[in-house]
C-alpha cells in the first residue's frame, strides 16, 4: 500500500474545510471523469490509457507531461500487474506526486531572515489577479504578526494605484504610491527605501501585467529588480509568479520568460475556485522545476492557502 | 501574437510533409498524430482536435491524395479550409444599427472586460461615428470605476457611474435612460468578472440582460486560457444567453487555442480580438485571414489595411516624387521610417508578409533601437546637412556626435543606410521608367536577418 492510504487517513480528519470547498469544483469534473472511466473499463486496456490520456490533457496538465505520465503508469501497470481501475488510480497519483516533488522539500511560506526587509516581488501577464493576491498575502503575513508594506509598482494601468491603496485601507497597511505613468523603479526604490529605514518584515512590491513577449516591459522589471538590489542586497528574496488557473500551456512560456528576467521562486496560483483544474502548475514543474506556494480559493481576504500537493492531486484525482 | 508557436509546428510538419515523393496512408497518419500534438499544446480543446483530425482525414482519404505526385499542397488546403471552417467562415458585424443600441461585456476576472470596453467604444467612436456611453457596473473590484473613468477620459467618451452602492440591475437601467434621453447611439455595459459557478452574480447578469435587451454579449476570452474554456464560455451562454466572443491578449505569445475550440463548440462568432494595450488595439476578427496566419501564409490584406489608415497618403506622395526625381534626403529618409513605424511594431508588421523570416523580440527591440538613434542623429543635424548629406565631412559630423549623445559610428551608419537607399531609389527610377516599380521600403534592418526590409513594401500608396 502505499501514498493513497497515507493520503485517505490524512483526510479522513477533517481539518482542510476551506481547502477543499474551494477546489471542489475545481477537482469533481475531473475525478468524476476518472471514476467514470473505471466503471467503463472494467479491465484496463489500450482505450482506457487514451482516454486517460484526454483527461490529463482536458485538465491542461499539457502534452508532453501527459504522456510521459501514461508511459509511467503503462510501464508500471504492466510491472505490477495491475488491472483494477482504483489501484490504476493510485498509481497515477504516487506517479504525479513523486514526479512534483522529486525527493525535495518544497518551500511555501515566505522564508523571513537577516534584518533587512525581505522584498517579494509579484509579476505576471495582465489580469492574473496580482493586486488582489498581494492583498491576499499582506493579510496573511499581517495576521502572523509581521510588519507589511504595500508597494503599488503598477504605475501603467489605469486604477492600479487607486485597487492597491483601497486594499491598504482595507487592511490598515501603508501603501507606498507614485504618480500615474510615473517611474515603476522609482516608486519602489521610494519603497524598499521606507521598508529598509522603518524595519519592515515583509514588502510587496506590485508590478504592472506584462505579456511576457513585450520586451520593455520585461526590461523595465529588470530596472526593478535591480533598484531593489541597491537596497537590499540579496532582494527581491521571493519573486511569485502569478498564474490564473485556467490558463492553458501558455502558463509554462510566461514562467519561463519571466523566470530569465527574474528568477521565479514560487507560483501563486489564482482562482482555483473556478471550474479549471489548474493543471498547468503541473506542467511548470514538471518543465522549470518552480513549485507552487499560495493557492487563492475565493475573493475572501482570507482566501489563500498553503499550496498542498497531497491535498491537491487527492482532490483531483479521487474527490470526496 | 497568438498562435506563432502553433504556426511553427504546422509549419515544420507540412515542410517535412513536401519531402516525401508520394503520401501513404502511414505519412498521413503520422502527419495527423503530430498536428494532433501541436493542437493540443496549443490548448485546442482536445474535443475539437478529435473532430479536426477525422475531418481532415476523411477529406485526404476522400480527395485522394494518397499515391499523388504533389499531395502536399492539397493536405495544406484541406487543412486550411479546416480552419477557417473552425474559426466561423465569414466576418460577423457588430449589431448597433438601432438607436441605442446596448452591448454587454462579460466574462471570468481579469479577462480584460474594462479595458475592452473602452476599446469598443473607442472603436465606435471614431470608426462608426456614434455617441457612446460607457456604463460602469462593475461594482465588485476595487478601482473598477476609476479605471473606466480615467479610460473613458482618454478616449473623449462618456462614463456613466452610480458608484458602488447600487446594484447593477439598476445602474444599467439608468444608463439606458440616459442613453435615450441624450441621444447616445451604444451604450456599453462593463460587468464585473465572475466565475461561472457563481449562482448570485450569475443571476445578477440575467437580470442585467433582461432590463436592458442588449444587442450584443460578449463574452471575453483570454488568449493564453485552457482547456476549461469552453466549459466556462458553455455555462455563461446557458444562463445568460451570449451573442458572441471577444479575444483579449492576442498579442501575447500565448497559442489561442481556444479561439479554435469556442466558435466550433458554440456555433457563436468571434468578432474582435484584442492585439495590444492602447485603446486603438482592437481589431475586427476576420476567420479566413485568421487561418492563413496561422498556417504561415500572411496577412497581406490587414496589412495594406492598416498602411491605407496610417498612411499620410501626401506625405507619401512627396517622397515617391522626391524619390523619383534623385532628390531623395535625409528628411524624406526618416519621414518615411515613421510612415512605416505608424504601421505598428515591426515584428507584427512582418508576420503578416507571407515568407518573412520571424524575427526574435531581441532583434525587434535591437532594430527600434537602431530606427530611433537613426531619430535622433538626423534630428541632431542642421536643416541644410539633411538635404545635402553629401557636405557631412569630420567637423560637423563631431559636432553632431556631441550634440547627440550618438557615437561617430552610429553617424555613419546613418550615413550609409541613407546611401544605399539613395541608390535603391535610383534604381527604382530606373525601372519605372521601364514600366515596373512599387513603393521601396528603405529600413535601418542592419541587425536583422536577411539584412533589411523587403524593398516591395505593398505599393501603390500615393500614386
Request: hydrophobic share 40%.
Given at each position: 500500500?502505499?501514498?493513497?492510504s497515507?493520503?485517505k487517513?490524512?483526510?479522513?480528519k477533517?481539518d482542510?474545510?476551506k481547502y477543499?470547498?474551494g477546489?471542489?469544483?475545481?477537482?469533481?469534473a475531473?475525478?468524476k471523469?476518472?471514476?467514470?472511466?473505471?466503471?467503463k473499463y472494467k479491465?484496463v486496456?489500450?482505450?482506457y490509457?487514451s482516454e486517460?490520456?484526454?483527461i490529463l490533457i482536458e485538465?491542461d496538465?499539457?502534452?508532453n507531461?501527459t504522456?510521459?505520465t501514461?508511459?509511467?503508469?503503462?510501464?508500471?501497470?504492466?510491472?505490477?500487474k495491475?488491472?483494477d481501475?482504483?489501484?490504476l488510480?493510485s498509481?497515477?497519483i504516487d506517479?504525479l506526486?513523486?514526479n512534483?516533488t522529486n525527493?525535495?522539500?518544497?518551500p511555501t511560506?515566505?522564508?523571513?531572515?537577516?534584518?533587512?526587509?525581505?522584498?517579494a516581488l509579484?509579476?505576471g501577464?495582465?489580469?492574473?489577479g496580482?493586486?488582489t493576491?498581494?492583498?491576499?498575502?499582506?493579510?496573511?503575513?499581517?495576521?502572523?504578526?509581521?510588519?507589511?508594506?504595500?508597494?503599488a509598482?503598477?504605475?501603467?494601468?489605469?486604477g492600479?494605484t487607486?485597487q492597491?491603496?483601497l486594499?491598504?485601507?482595507r487592511?490598515?497597511l501603508d501603501?507606498?504610491?507614485?504618480?500615474?505613468?510615473s517611474?515603476?523603479?522609482s516608486?519602489?526604490y521610494d519603497?524598499v527605501?521606507?521598508?529598509v529605514?522603518?524595519n519592515?518584515?515583509?514588502v510587496?512590491?506590485?508590478?504592472?501585467?506584462?505579456?511576457?513577449?513585450k520586451n520593455?516591459l520585461?526590461m523595465?522589471?529588470?530596472?526593478?529588480k535591480?533598484v531593489?538590489?541597491?537596497l537590499?542586497?540579496?532582494?527581491p528574496?521571493?519573486?511569485?509568479?502569478?498564474l490564473?488557473a485556467?490558463t492553458g500551456?501558455?502558463?509554462?512560456v510566461q514562467?519561463?520568460a519571466?523566470?530569465e528576467v527574474?528568477k521565479?521562486?514560487?507560483?501563486?496560483i489564482?482562482k482555483m475556485d473556478?471550474?479549471?483544474?489548474?493543471g498547468?502548475i503541473?506542467?511548470?514543474?514538471?518543465?522549470?522545476?518552480?513549485p507552487?506556494?499560495?493557492?487563492?480559493?475565493?475573493e475572501?481576504m482570507?482566501?489563500?492557502e498553503i499550496f498542498d500537493?497531497?491535498?491537491?492531486l487527492?482532490?483531483?484525482?479521487i474527490?470526496? | 501574437?497568438?498562435f506563432?508557436?502553433?504556426?511553427?509546428?504546422l509549419?515544420?510538419i507540412?515542410?517535412?510533409l513536401?519531402?516525401?515523393a508520394?503520401?501513404?496512408?502511414s505519412?498521413?497518419?503520422?502527419?495527423?498524430?503530430?498536428?494532433?500534438?501541436?493542437?493540443?499544446?496549443a490548448?485546442?480543446?482536445?474535443?475539437v482536435v478529435k473532430n479536426?483530425?477525422e475531418n481532415?482525414?476523411q477529406?485526404a482519404?476522400g480527395?485522394?491524395?494518397?499515391g499523388?505526385?504533389n499531395?502536399?499542397q492539397?493536405?495544406?488546403k484541406?487543412v486550411?479550409?479546416?480552419?477557417?471552417?473552425?474559426?466561423?467562415g465569414?466576418d460577423?458585424?457588430?449589431?448597433v444599427?438601432?438607436?441605442p443600441s446596448t452591448?454587454?461585456?462579460?466574462g471570468?476576472q481579469?479577462t480584460?472586460k474594462?479595458?475592452?470596453a473602452a476599446k469598443?467604444a473607442?472603436f465606435?467612436?471614431?470608426k462608426q461615428?456614434?455617441?457612446v456611453?460607457?456604463t460602469a457596473c462593475?461594482v465588485?473590484r476595487?478601482?473598477?470605476?476609476?479605471q473606466?473613468g480615467q479610460?473613458?477620459k482618454?478616449i473623449?467618451?462618456?462614463?456613466f457611474?452610480?458608484?458602488?452602492?447600487v446594484?447593477p440591475v439598476e445602474i444599467?437601467?439608468?444608463?439606458?435612460?440616459?442613453a435615450?434621453?441624450?441621444?447616445?447611439d451604444?451604450v456599453?455595459i462593463d460587468?464585473?468578472?465572475?466565475l461561472?459557478?457563481d449562482?448570485?452574480l450569475m443571476?445578477?447578469l440575467?437580470?442585467?440582460?433582461?432590463a436592458?435587451?442588449?444587442?450584443?454579449?460578449?463574452?471575453?476570452?483570454?488568449?493564453?486560457s485552457g482547456?476549461?474554456?469552453y466549459n466556462t464560455?458553455n455555462?455563461f451562454?446557458?444562463?445568460?444567453g451570449l451573442?458572441g466572443?471577444?479575444?483579449?491578449k492576442?498579442?501575447g505569445?500565448a497559442r489561442g487555442?481556444?479561439?479554435?475550440?469556442?466558435?466550433?463548440?458554440?456555433?457563436?462568432p468571434?468578432?474582435?480580438i484584442?492585439?495590444g494595450?492602447k485603446?486603438g488595439?482592437l481589431?475586427?476578427?476576420?476567420p479566413?485571414?485568421?487561418?492563413d496566419r496561422?498556417?504561415?501564409?500572411g496577412?497581406?490584406?490587414t496589412?495594406?489595411?492598416?498602411?491605407?489608415?496610417?498612411?499620410?497618403?501626401k506625405?507619401?506622395k512627396?517622397?515617391?516624387n522626391?524619390?523619383?526625381?534623385?532628390?531623395f534626403?535625409l528628411?524624406d529618409?526618416?519621414a518615411q521610417m515613421?510612415?512605416?513605424?505608424?504601421?505598428g511594431?515591426l515584428?507584427?508588421i512582418?508576420?503578416?508578409i507571407?515568407?518573412?523570416?520571424?524575427i526574435t523580440?531581441e532583434?525587434?527591440?535591437?532594430?527600434e533601437?537602431?530606427?530611433?538613434?537613426f531619430e535622433?542623429?538626423?534630428n541632431?543635424?542642421t536643416?541644410?546637412?539633411?538635404q545635402h548629406?553629401?557636405?557631412?565631412?569630420?567637423s560637423r559630423k563631431?559636432r553632431i556626435?556631441l550634440g547627440?549623445?550618438k557615437?561617430?559610428?552610429?553617424i555613419?551608419?546613418?550615413?550609409?543606410?541613407y546611401?544605399q537607399?539613395?541608390q535603391?531609389m535610383e534604381q527604382?527610377a530606373?525601372?519605372r521608367?521601364?514600366g515596373g516599380g512599387?513603393?521601396?521600403?528603405?529600413?535601418?534592418?542592419?541587425?536583422?536577418?536577411g539584412?533589411?526590409?523587403?524593398?516591395?513594401?505593398?505599393?501603390?500608396f500615393?500614386?
Open positions: 500500500m502505499g501514498l493513497i497515507f493520503l487517513e490524512k483526510f479522513s477533517k482542510n474545510g477543499n470547498n477546489l471542489e469544483k475545481s477537482r469533481s475531473f475525478s471523469k476518472l471514476n467514470d472511466l473505471g466503471k479491465k486496456n489500450e482505450d490509457f486517460l490520456e484526454e485538465a496538465v499539457g502534452v507531461l504522456l510521459q501514461i508511459d509511467e503508469l503503462l510501464t508500471k501497470a504492466k510491472k505490477e495491475i488491472n481501475y482504483e489501484e488510480n498509481a497515477l506517479i506526486f513523486s512534483y525527493d525535495t522539500d518544497l511560506e515566505i522564508n523571513f531572515d537577516g534584518d533587512l526587509p525581505t522584498v509579484i509579476v501577464v495582465n489580469g492574473v496580482k493586486t493576491s498581494i492583498a491576499k498575502l499582506a493579510n496573511r503575513y499581517k495576521n502572523a504578526g509581521k510588519k507589511v508594506l504595500l508597494v509598482g503598477d504605475t501603467f494601468r489605469a492600479a487607486e492597491l491603496a486594499w491598504g485601507d487592511l490598515g501603501v507606498i504610491v507614485g504618480k500615474e505613468n517611474d515603476p523603479s516608486v519602489v519603497g527605501y521606507k521598508a529605514k522603518e519592515y518584515d515583509l510587496l512590491v506590485d508590478t504592472a501585467g506584462r505579456l511576457q513577449n520593455n520585461m523595465e522589471l529588470e530596472k526593478i535591480r531593489i538590489g541597491k537590499v542586497p540579496n532582494g528574496q521571493e519573486t511569485f509568479l502569478i490564473d485556467t500551456q501558455n502558463g509554462v514562467a519561463k519571466f523566470n527574474t521565479i521562486t514560487g507560483v501563486v489564482t473556478g471550474t479549471s483544474k489548474g498547468i503541473l506542467a511548470i514543474k514538471n518543465e522549470l522545476n518552480i507552487v506556494r499560495f493557492i487563492g480559493l475565493g475572501k482570507d482566501d489563500l500537493l497531497e491535498k491537491y487527492y482532490g483531483l484525482c474527490g470526496e | 501574437m497568438a506563432d508557436s502553433l504556426t511553427d509546428k509549419s515544420n507540412f515542410k517535412r513536401r519531402g516525401q508520394r503520401i501513404t496512408e505519412n498521413i497518419d503520422e502527419m495527423l498524430k503530430e498536428i494532433r500534438i501541436a493542437l493540443l499544446e490548448d485546442v480543446n482536445f474535443k479536426f483530425l481532415v482525414k477529406k482519404i480527395q485522394d491524395v494518397v499523388k505526385i499531395p502536399s492539397l493536405i495544406v484541406i486550411h479550409d479546416e480552419i477557417v471552417d473552425l474559426l466561423g465569414t460577423c458585424e457588430l449589431n444599427k438601432k438607436s452591448i454587454m461585456l462579460v471570468l481579469g480584460g474594462t479595458t475592452t469598443l473607442n465606435l467612436k471614431n461615428k456614434k455617441k456611453l460607457l462593475d465588485y476595487p478601482a473598477a470605476i476609476d473606466l479610460l473613458a482618454s473623449g467618451v462618456d462614463m457611474t452610480m458608484g458602488t452602492s446594484s444599467s437601467l439608468k444608463a439606458k435612460q440616459k435615450i434621453d441624450e441621444d447616445y451604444v456599453i460587468t464585473a468578472g465572475r461561472s459557478i449562482e448570485q443571476e445578477e440575467t437580470l442585467i440582460k433582461k436592458v435587451n442588449p444587442e450584443e454579449v460578449f463574452f471575453l476570452v483570454d488568449s493564453a482547456q476549461d474554456t464560455a455555462i451562454n446557458e444562463k445568460v451573442t466572443f471577444i479575444m483579449s492576442f498579442d505569445d487555442g481556444s479561439a479554435l475550440s469556442i466558435r466550433y463548440l458554440t456555433h457563436l468571434i468578432k474582435f484584442g492585439v494595450e485603446v488595439d481589431d475586427i476578427f476576420h479566413d485571414r485568421m487561418a496561422i498556417l504561415g501564409m496577412d497581406v490584406v496589412l495594406v489595411e492598416k498602411a491605407q489608415e496610417q498612411f499620410d497618403e506625405e507619401a512627396k517622397t515617391v522626391k524619390m523619383l526625381n534623385g532628390s534626403n528628411d529618409m526618416l515613421k510612415q512605416v513605424n505608424k504601421l511594431s515584428g507584427g512582418l508576420k503578416l507571407p515568407g518573412m523570416p520571424k523580440p532583434q525587434q527591440a535591437y532594430a533601437k537602431e530606427m530611433r538613434t535622433i542623429v538626423i541632431s543635424m536643416k541644410e546637412e539633411r548629406p553629401e557636405i557631412l565631412k569630420f563631431q556626435c547627440s549623445g557615437t561617430m559610428q552610429d555613419n551608419k546613418v550615413l550609409k543606410k546611401e537607399s539613395k535603391m527604382m530606373k525601372m521608367k521601364n512599387g513603393f521601396p521600403g528603405n529600413f535601418p534592418g542592419g541587425g536583422f536577418p539584412g533589411g526590409f523587403p524593398g516591395n513594401f505593398p505599393g501603390g500615393g500614386r
